[in-house]
C-alpha cells in the first residue's frame, strides 16, 4: 500500500476511536470532581467539670486515588487556633494537645504544623485500600471564640476533630485562613457518642430527634462534609421547634429572647422557598442556633441573636445548605461557588419576600461599589486582603449574577438554571471550571467572554 494511503487509514482509524472516546473522557474530565480520599469517623468526646474535653478521633481512611500513599493528611484546625499560628487571630486561644497516634496501639510519627497533621504510615496504603488510626488529644475551646467557642457555660465545636484532606495529587492543606473557611473535605460518615459533666441541650450535624437535655448520648450521620456539635446550659438557652415542609427545624435562644416568633417564621419562608425553587433538601433537621456565630454547617447554622441581623444572616445560613453542603466545593479556591451563590439566592428570597428588589440587593449593591473590589471572584482566600473579599464576595459577584439572570427573565429563569445545578451536582465536589462548563452546557452557548470579565 502506498505510504499516502498507509498515512490515511492510520489518520481516519485515529479520528474514529477518538470520537468513540471523547464522550468518555468528557464524561470523566468534565463535571464534578469525583474525591480521591474519603473516611468514616468514631468520635468519642469526654467533657470534665473544668472544661476540658478528651477526644478520642478513630477514623477509617479509603484510599480512592490511583496513588500508593506513605501519609494521610488532616486539618486539625484547634491547633493553629493561637497568635503563634494565626499572627492576625483576634480571639482568644484554643488549646489542643495530640497525646498519641496510633494504629492497633502502635504509634505512628506525625508532624503538626499550623493546622496540617501529616501521619506517617507503617505500610503504604495501596489504592482501594483501607487504613484506620487513632488520635487521642484533649482541647479547650477558645472563650467567646469565631466558630470553635465556650461562651458562659455552653460549647460550641465547629472544626474540631481531626479532619481528612481532600485528596488531589497530594494532601494540599492550606494554612488556616481567618477571612474565610481554608479546609476542603469529602463526605463522610460519623458516629459520635458523648459523656458530660451534667445535662445540656445537644446539637449536632446529625439527626438528634426531639430536644431534650442529656449527659451522655450517641449520634451518627452518613454523607456529611464536617460535623458540628454543641452542648448549650440549658439555664442558658430555651427552644423551638417547627417544621418546613419535611424538616424539623429545632431553633436554640438565649435565654429571654425576644426574636423567638419572627426567626422561626422567616425560617421556615426561606426554607420553603428554597426547597420549592432549587429542590428538595434530604436532610430531616436543621438545627439553628442564635449565637452571633454566623456561620453553616450541615445541618446546623449558626444565626444572630439581635433583631438588626435577623432576617440577612439567618436566610443567608439557610442557603448554604444547598450550597456548601449538599453542592460541595473548596472554600479556600472557590469560595465564590458557595458564598456568592448563597449571597444571590438570600437576596432574590429577601426580594421576593418583600416585593421589592431593591431592598433584596441593598447590601449587595453598596458593596460592589467599593472601589477595592477585585476583578476576579475565583481567586484563593489568600490573595484578597479583608475588606477587598468581603466586597467581591459578597457584593460585586452576586451583583453580577443579578444581571446576567434579570436580562433573561429575572429571578425565574436564575432558579431554573440553579434547579439544574443543584439536582446535577447534589453530594458531588464542583469547582469555578465545573460551573463555567455546565452553563454553557445548559444555555447551550459558549460564555466565554462573559466569564473572562470576572472569573480568572
Known sequence: MPKKKKWLVVLVS???ILLFLLPLLSSSEEGELDPESSASYDLQVVLDDSGQFRISAEIDVLNESEDTWETLGFYFIPNAINVEETPTLMQDSAAAAISSVTDSGQSLP???ENNRLLIELEEKLLPGERQRVKIDYTLRLPKDGLRLSQDGGSYFLAQWYPMLSFYQDGWSIEDYETKGESYHTSYGSYRVTYDLPKEFFVASSADDGEIQTASSGKIEGENIKDFYL??????EWTTETTAANDTTLRMFFPAGS???EETAEMAVEAYNFFEENIGDNPSQE???IANDGYMEYPNAIEVASDQENLEDVLV?????QWFYYLVANDPFEHAWLDESITEYVTSLFLSHYYDNEDYGFESETAMAEYPGTNRYSNLPLDDYEETEYVATIYGKTPVILRDFFN??????EAFDFLAAYYKEYQFKNVDTETFKEFFNEYYGEDYSGFFDEWLK
Open 14 to 16: 485515529v479520528f474514529i
Open 110 to 112: 506525625y508532624d503538626l
Open 230 to 235: 454543641a452542648f448549650m446550659d440549658p439555664e
Open 258 to 260: 425576644d426574636i423567638i
Open 286 to 288: 436543621l438545627d439553628i
Open 316 to 320: 443567608h445560613e439557610i442557603g448554604h
Open 407 to 412: 436580562e433573561r427573565g429575572g429571578s425565574e
